[in-house]
């Protein structure tokens, strides 16, 4: 990723007694083997208006979406948080920490991939899905299987840098919003 990437985390649990700040805060402790990233967060619960949360979703480079999967699809409030904004999202890749029972949130991802598409947000292929995720965290907030999980974080992280640059490096040139006009 060119320096810095202003990477925005974007929160998708308003729950009470949430296990998305674990999740979160796990990928937070990653990140920070990071030098040249800036992160942000976006989080239903951070009391803010939506034009502030949009603010912070126009500044970002990227994305990473941390979902869990309630009733096979994602949850209402980060559904708020993307249909509350449009031009933040364009021609920016998202990528997915998901979360959830034996399914790990892939059902909510995949969703979330076709409304990522319609605002024209490039998603990442490559993903992290944390399966019985209760179960998944120690007391300290550390993984089970940290190993593993960390590598499909790095190359996950490796992919969204990629596409952070080159549409970066394209809005550059050609801003998108004159593409459809």
């Given at each position: 990723m060119h320096n810095p990437?202003?990477?925005?985390?974007?929160?998708?649990?308003?729950?009470?007694?949430?296990l998305c700040d674990t999740v979160a805060d796990w990928a937070h402790r990653q990140l920070l083997r990071y030098e040249h990233l800036r992160v942000?967060?976006?989080?239903?619960?951070?009391?803010?208006?939506?034009?502030?949360?949009?603010?912070?979703l126009a500044e970002a480079d990227?994305?990473?979406?941390?979902?869990p999967?309630?009733?096979h699809s994602f949850p209402a409030p980060l559904k708020a948080i993307i249909d509350g904004?449009?031009?933040?999202?364009?021609?920016?890749?998202?990528?997915?920490?998901?979360?959830?029972g034996i399914s790990g949130g892939l059902r909510a991802v995949e969703q979330l991939r076709g409304v990522f598409?319609?605002?024209?947000?490039?998603?990442v292929r490559d993903q992290v899905s944390i399966a019985s995720a209760y179960r998944a965290f120690n007391e300290d907030g550390s993984l089970r299987n940290e190993e593993e999980v960390r590598q499909a974080f790095d190359l996950?992280?490796?992919?969204?840098?990629?596409w952070a640059?080159?549409?970066?490096?394209?809005?550059?040139?050609?801003?998108?919003?004159e593409v459809s006009q």
């Open positions: 990437t202003n990477l925005c985390l974007v929160y998708g649990s308003a729950r009470d007694g949430r942000s967060v976006v989080d239903p619960l951070d009391g803010r208006t939506s034009s502030e949360r949009n603010a912070t990227a994305f990473l979406v941390i979902t999967e309630y009733n904004a449009r031009q933040e999202w364009e021609a920016k890749p998202v990528a997915f920490l998901s979360y959830g598409a319609e605002l024209h947000a490039v998603s996950m992280l490796a992919r969204l840098g990629w640059d080159a549409l970066s490096e394209a809005r550059a040139r050609r801003p998108f919003r």
